[in-house]
């Protein structure tokens, strides 16, 4: 107001120009009075102010006063017909669009591009390629934007071989260099999978703009190749939010969490501000590193910004305060959402399941309004990892009554639960329902079904589910090998180990190599126990752990060399499990070795001084020896220590139902029936 004031004085403010450009500033400031002012000023009719007009009810989405000024027109140029054709499509109202297209009297490159690309807009690329065809036709030259617009349709309809003949016409017409029509050549080719050519568009561009580099630096993200993604990335000479996003969410996403914060860490210093999907992501990626301090911060930021409430950061603020044992703040943000998506009602019901708090997430989980798979799998996953073996088969039942349809995931998961307690008859029964369902070939559900065999005892079944096992993993030729092994087929076990390393492309693992050395533990192969796990590192790539360690004790325990295990524990490069002690000492029981078993018990008992067996099997191996005096002193340790020997425990399954017995427990509701039972198959026996 003060300039118009200003101009007025000084006499300017009817100059054609300059009035122009006062009306565009009261147009753009929405201040109606001023506007009529200016334009009573005008004498007569002036086609470049109903334009203006034009242009500014579209802006508004006052479409019906656009096309009113449009029509009042006593005459229009090709800018009027353009801004109402572009305003039109730009509100989806396309057959008006076209219907003024065909009646513009101004068919020039502007007016055929405004409408190929506003029928891309609205989703109609092969109407759009029509229309560049007639173009075409007409012979009229398609201008950059015509041709960055017909690449997008072609990307749009899936047409490559289109989009190569427009190729030729490009280079033909000289537009090969222009930067947006190589970014949506770039764009086509990744949307058709021709990833060389795309680089190679790139490559041979003589200039390139935050969208090229953006769109090779997605192509390399989305191939998983992180190393090449990061040199395109780290050599941008200019970054936008989308390059950073696209690679904070790939190292999130392929379990490089670290990276991912440093990223997004590194974009807020170089003073990029964050959209919602990074916040989003970079919150999940501190979730997975229960980095509670940072995600605190970043939801500090969150609640500044006003986007708390986005079902995504929401869903993600949940899942990192529950995977840091915060359920309460979890729980907050889980409420305060606006909208919950079943995303958001998973993420919560995962909390408590994974906090150990199945009565709050079984609440929950019946509250939502529409469970889908996933909802029915967090809780069967919740209750199997929480030991509620019983409620899985349950939530399993309820799932099936209730219509949904397992997937893969429920149905190794429910098998889980049937190894878990050696259920062999509810393993056979899921077995049914599985080739039923037709997902017997899956490589997860047939992994979880050689485990449950395996672990159900029934080794054979085992080995056919693994044999007709249309593709093997890594883990199940781990799962089969130690299924052999522990089941005592030691010697198969190790004979499909080392059909693995002929026949497959899959490396071995440190579960593997473990069942193959517990394999020779019970088989008596000490050479080849020694050999394999003097191999581990050398041949396999992998440094022995713990219970590989443990293991090869047991093997030269058994054996009788206690010298070399006592050896092999003393050179470890870190303080042995107590188990790989208690080896020990079962071997220098086994052999009858005073000496080294006084040791092994003493180094047993510092670090695990409540632990019976260690004085239980010194005992025996004094009582061996006759050394009852020593006997007696380790009896009156024990007592005074608290200590009892443990009690033996033993399970069977009986009508679809797993009862556990322990020594001396008297509590299982049929104890009389059984004891009567034991002792006339006793007398039974003594008549014999």
């Known amino acids: 107001m003060v300039l118009h004031n200003h101009l007025i004085k000084m006499g300017l403010s009817s100059e054609r120009y300059i009035a122009i450009r006062l009306l565009i500033m009261y147009l753009d400031s929405r201040k109606s009075a001023q506007v009529s002012e200016i334009v009573k000023g005008f004498d007569g009719f002036d086609p470049t102010v109903h334009n203006c007009l034009i242009n500014a009810n579209i802006q508004w989405g006052n479409l019906d006063q656009a096309r009113r000024l449009f029509d009042e027109m006593p005459e229009r140029n090709e800018v009027s017909w353009t801004a109402l054709i572009s305003g039109l499509m730009r509100y989806g109202r396309v057959d008006e669009s076209m219907w003024y297209f065909e009646r513009n009297p101004f068919h020039n490159v502007v007016s055929w591009t405004a409408a190929i690309n506003g029928l891309v807009q609205n989703g109609l690329n092969a109407e759009a390629l029509k229309l560049f065809l007639k173009l075409l036709d007409s012979g009229v030259r ?27 016409l490009i280079v033909k017409t000289g537009f090969e260099h222009n930067i947006s029509v190589s970014n949506s050549l770039i764009t086509l080719c990744l949307k058709m999978g021709e990833k060389a050519l795309a680089k190679r568009i790139f490559d041979q561009m003589e200039k390139k703009d935050v969208v090229s580099w953006t769109a090779i630096l997605d192509m390399y993200v989305g191939m998983g190749d992180l190393r090449e993604a990061r040199r395109i990335f780290e050599e941008m000479p200019e970054r936008n939010e989308v390059s950073w996003s696209a690679m904070i969410a790939r190292y999130s996403q392929s379990g490089h969490p670290e990276e991912a914060l440093k990223l997004f860490l590194q974009m807020s210093r170089n003073g990029f501000v964050p959209n919602r999907s990074c916040l989003a992501i970079t919150l999940s990626a501190l979730a997975t590193l229960e980095d509670l301090r940072v995600g605190m911060n970043i939801h500090a930021h969150v609640v500044k910004i006003g986007c708390e409430k986005d079902v995504f950061i ?14 309460k703040d979890g729980r907050l943000a889980f409420d305060s959402m606006l909208e919950k998506s079943v995303v958001s009602w998973n993420s919560m019901v995962g909390g408590y399941c994974l906090n150990g708090q199945m009565e709050e997430a079984k609440v929950l989980f019946n509250s939502i309004p529409a469970p889908n798979n996933v909802s029915w799998n967090t809780m069967v996953g919740g209750y199997l990892e929480n030991k509620e073996l019983d409620k899985v088969f349950l939530v399993f039942n309820e799932m099936l009554l209730c219509g949904e349809t397992p997937n893969t995931s429920t149905f190794s998961s429910v098998l889980c639960g049937c190894a878990s307690i050696a259920s062999l008859e509810k393993g056979k029964n899921l077995h049914g329902k599985i080739i039923k369902h037709g997902t017997q070939c899956d490589v997860f559900v047939g992994t979880a079904l050689i485990d449950m065999y395996a672990k159900s005892g029934d080794i054979e079944s085992s080995k056919k589910v693994f044999d007709r096992m249309p593709e093997k993993n890594e883990v199940s030729w781990t799962v089969m090998i130690q299924g052999l092994a522990e089941n005592g087929f030691a010697e198969e076990s190790l004979l499909l180990f080392e059909e693995m390393n002929r026949t497959s492309i899959v490396a071995p693992n440190e579960l593997m190599l473990l069942s193959v050395l517990f394999a020779c533990s019970h088989t008596g192969l000490v050479d080849d126990g020694l050999q394999y796990f003097n ?16 293991c090869m004790v047991d093997i030269l325990s058994r054996s009788g060399r206690l010298v070399e295990a006592e050896e092999l524990l003393k050179s470890m490069p870190f303080e042995p499990e107590t188990n790989a002690w208690s080896a020990l000492l079962s071997g220098c029981s086994k052999h009858k070795n005073e000496e080294i078993a006084e040791r092994t018990a003493k180094k047993l008992w510092e670090l695990v001084e409540k632990n019976s067996a260690g004085y239980v099997m010194l005992s025996n191996i004094y009582a061996s020896a006759g050394r009852w005096g020593d006997v007696l002193n380790i009896r009156r340790l024990m007592k005074d220590r608290g200590l009892k020997k443990s009690g033996g425990c033993s399970w069977i399954e009986v009508k679809n139902e797993v009862h556990c017995f322990y020594s001396e427990d008297a509590s299982h509701c049929q104890l009389a029936e059984i004891y009567d039972l034991l002792e006339l198959v006793r007398f039974e026996m003594l008549a014999i």
């Open 535 to 550: 191999s581990m590192e050398a041949v396999y790539g992998t440094k022995p752990k713990g219970r590989h360690y443990t």
């Open 142 to 168: 398609p201008n950059d934007i015509t041709f960055t617009s017909v690449l997008r349709a072609c990307a749009g309809f899936g047409e490559i071989g289109l989009g190569m003949s427009v190729l030729g």
């Open 314 to 327: 929401s869903s993600s603020l949940v899942d990192l305060y529950c995977k840091c044992g915060k359920t």
